[in-house]
């Protein structure tokens, strides 16, 4: 199937531990994204990625760092995890250079919760 | 910085009726695209329609379609003939300089 996939679906971790979250897309997407939904459903960019580059990088803790290591993966690991970085992380990917006109494909989601 | 309000948190609907999504937005920009996506259950985001904002005529996809009112930045969801499968929480999204969401309007379909 032709997708965006994130693993794990859900983690439960304690606080402080530290985290990975794994995307990776078949679309052939050069541009990848991470997005955080909160527990009101609110949706809201933390970063992007055009080809391994970081290309956006909102107002995020810097226990937050995004790892791509192609243009197909593109990873969040999180240090220190704590209450409020329970949520939900979606990956997304978009064809070319993550411009206005393209449409984003999202990954299922990985579920967060921090204990 | 741009926004995306929808002013609905909740709506319902009854099987195959008609239900309209309100979203308005605000951008100093004339360059955009505008989308609703669909979140059901399952957590999955999925594209429902999108606009091109230079394109006057509004776009429509099978049961769903769009009034776009630019002048008034106004991006409207209709959704025909309602089915159970349509419930989910519909997302109004502004494409510029990044996708920005609006809080989202969870739709009922009732049988």
């Known amino acids: 199937d032709t997708a965006v996939s994130q693993t794990p679906k859900y983690l439960v971790t304690q606080m402080g531990n530290d985290k990975s979250i794994k995307c990776e897309q078949n679309?052939?997407?050069?541009?990848m994204y991470w997005y955080k939904q909160d527990s009101k459903k609110f949706l809201k960019i933390m970063f992007s990625y055009n080809n391994k580059e970081l290309i956006i990088n909102e107002t995020v803790p810097n226990r937050f760092s995004p790892k791509s290591p192609d243009k197909a993966h593109l990873n969040l690991h999180i240090n220190s995890l704590e209450l409020g970085d329970s949520a939900v992380y979606f990956c997304?990917?978009?064809?070319?250079?993550?411009?206005?006109?393209?449409?984003?494909?999202f990954g299922p989601g990985t579920r967060l919760l921090v204990l | 910085a741009q926004t995306v309000t929808q002013s609905q948190p909740e709506m319902s609907v009854q099987e195959a009726e008609t239900v309209t999504l309100s979203c308005t937005y605000d951008?100093?920009?004339?360059?955009?695209?505008l989308f609703w996506y669909k979140q059901p259950p399952s957590r999955q985001m999925i594209l429902v329609i999108r606009?091109?904002?230079?394109?006057?005529q509004n776009a429509t996809e099978n049961r769903f379609s769009v009034n776009f009112q630019k002048a008034a930045k106004s991006f409207s969801l209709k959704i025909s003939d309602s089915q159970l499968g349509d419930a989910a929480m519909y997302f109004c999204?502004?494409?510029?300089?990044?996708?920005?969401f609006g809080e989202g309007t969870q739709l009922t379909v009732n049988p």
């Open positions: 606009q091109e904002a230079y394109k006057q």
């Open positions: 997304a990917s978009s064809p070319a250079g993550g411009g206005s006109q393209e449409t984003q494909y």
């Open positions: 679309l052939g997407h050069d541009t």
């Open positions: 999204a502004y494409s510029g300089s990044r996708l920005t």
């Open positions: 951008t100093s920009e004339s360059d955009y695209y």
